[in-house]
């Protein structure tokens, strides 16, 4: 479409991960860009090269990641990059001085950004200055009215809007800078821009403008024009991402305070949250995250040493491709409920941590640490073959298990929690809406893949892992435990173990009050050793106080293997394959098992759960009520295994046993 307008001028900027793809799948296209390149039509972007929220990486992975697009593009477009492109456009301050550093002289963010600033609309038409650290950096705001009509209204109705713009006295300003998925990957998108003809009308529409408008690039700007001034913008992103980094209580107060302050005449100061607080609202993504972080210093320290380049450059680049943003946040689309994203995330990470450990030889096999960065410590323990990570906290919980031979974390498990447009799904119960013709914009497409969704709303009350000890009441039933209601006697999930190193095994105990019983407790202790794919704990479970104190003792055990569904997965349960329900999503009640397998034949590796004596098992998957660009669906974070003591606790009797839960390969 482009190619046939060769007066129509803009920027592209893709990460490098695509430009790879493209490179590897379609040369043709970047000989199609090459040619647009040369002949002044279109102008390349730098950036990050896995697309990370350069905010929230070291400022040395902000260098290398910025400098290695940039390398890219000129070696493939004899280019030099002038500007840089944020992914999601999350900004905070001190980002002037990273892009300055990089060779970067100018970036792009949305208006709110300006605004919030206390600039008004008509302020913006053109580019300001900004610093951090005396090092200077231009900054263009991008109309949000631009970004919703493209392309979801007709050419028309677009120009008439930036006619409304134009001043008889001067140049004005404006820019459209938004995700290229807009123009066909997005719901109805490619038949409304390519099927039925709107990307080409639009084109048309701007040169048959031309008297009064005319398209430019950001450099010939920067290059011809003096900016407006100097400005300091807020933390920011677009005003999406400031309402669904809220908690989610906070974001129908935030929709309320400014559909009253629009109301009132202006609701410019009217702003949600800070990206950096999805951290705060999902603890898996904090995990992910401080992982990497832990990747990274580990990464730097290997290349300071200056004997291992080679081996440096090479986990680098796994760490940068575990940088990449997208399963690290979640809003209208599906992010970090996404399995295959974080997968993916936690792939190249411990990739990158196998190389790490390889090359140093004297890894200890056990370290204690503040991991997730909440203050209090986690145990590593490690091997050849597997890194596990316990959190004492959360009643010794072990929330990742890193099979190293497959690049594969089998504890990748998201907790259900609420979110906001759960409310909608309520209201909207079994009448899922949507678009005839998709132009609507995504932002208010309503849909339900599946009837009855709303039921499926489950929260879970503790996050999910393995090795989670539970004492439920003698009522307890299979149902309450697939509802994430167990009735709970003694709450050990919530219960901080003690804990001591003890020759590369850690040994755990917790104390838990029996409710309704005065004066009863729960004693705990367990013995985790991991060595190789196996990760052992031994127990010794006692009641003491009154006879009443009752209950059955059970230790959960959750794994995920991404598809629920897939032919190619099943559930074995000492040794035969089950004959209803096989498949990794299905839920009942055995008793009298010792073995569980978790068969993956796609990835050629199977998760075992073995105890040394018959317990029964309860088993449900987790499934998550998500939104994305496709509406509400429900996606599978994994199935959660409870195994029980048969026979029921209580003072005088207790209880000794092992589980295991190990990776073997097919």
Known sequence: ELEAHPDVRFCLHQPGILWEWCETNHPEYLERVRALVQRGQVELLTGGYNEPILAVIPERDRQGQIASLTDWLRTRFDVEPRGAWLAERVWEPELAATLARAGVQFTVVDDSHFTAAGLTPDELSGYFLTEDEGQPLRVFPIPQRLRYVLPFAEPDEAIAWMREQS???????LVHADDGEKF?????????????????????????NADWLRTTTFSEVTATRESRGRVYLPTASYAEMGEWSLPVAAQPRLRVARERAIASGDGSFVRGGFWRNFLARYPESNWMHKKMLYVSRRVEQLAQRGDRAALAREARTHLWRGQCNCAYWHGLFGGLYLPHLRSAVYAELIRAEALLDADAGNVPQAEVFDFDADTRPEVLLRSDEAVAVLKPQDGGAVYELDARSQAFNVLDVMTRR??????????????PQESADGTVSIHDRVRVKEPGLHRALVYDTYRRGAFVDHFVGPEATFEDFAAARLPVRADLAHTEYRWQMDSGAVNLEGVAAIQGVRDAQLHVRRRMVL???????EYDVRVEGGRDAT??????????LLAGHADDRWVMADGRKLEANAHLAGAGVLEGVRRIDLVDAWRSLRVVFEADSPLDVWRT???AVSMSEEGFERVYQGTAFLFLVPARLQPGSPWRGRLQ???ESL
């Open 661 to 663: 839960l190990r990776v």
């Open 621 to 623: 998957p987790l499934d």
């Open 531 to 537: 060595d190789g794919a196996t990760l052992t704990g």
């Open 418 to 431: 609420p979110e906001a447009y759960h409310e909608i799904l309520r209201q909207l119960a079994d009448a």
């Open 551 to 560: 209950g059955r003792f059970g230790v959960e055990m959750a794994a995920n």
């Open 184 to 208: 066909g990957v997005w719901p109805g998108t490619h038949a409304r821009c390519y099927e039925r003809g709107w990307l080409e009308r639009f084109l048309r529409t701007l040169e048959e």
């Open 167 to 173: 001043k008889p006295d001067e140049d004005v300003l």
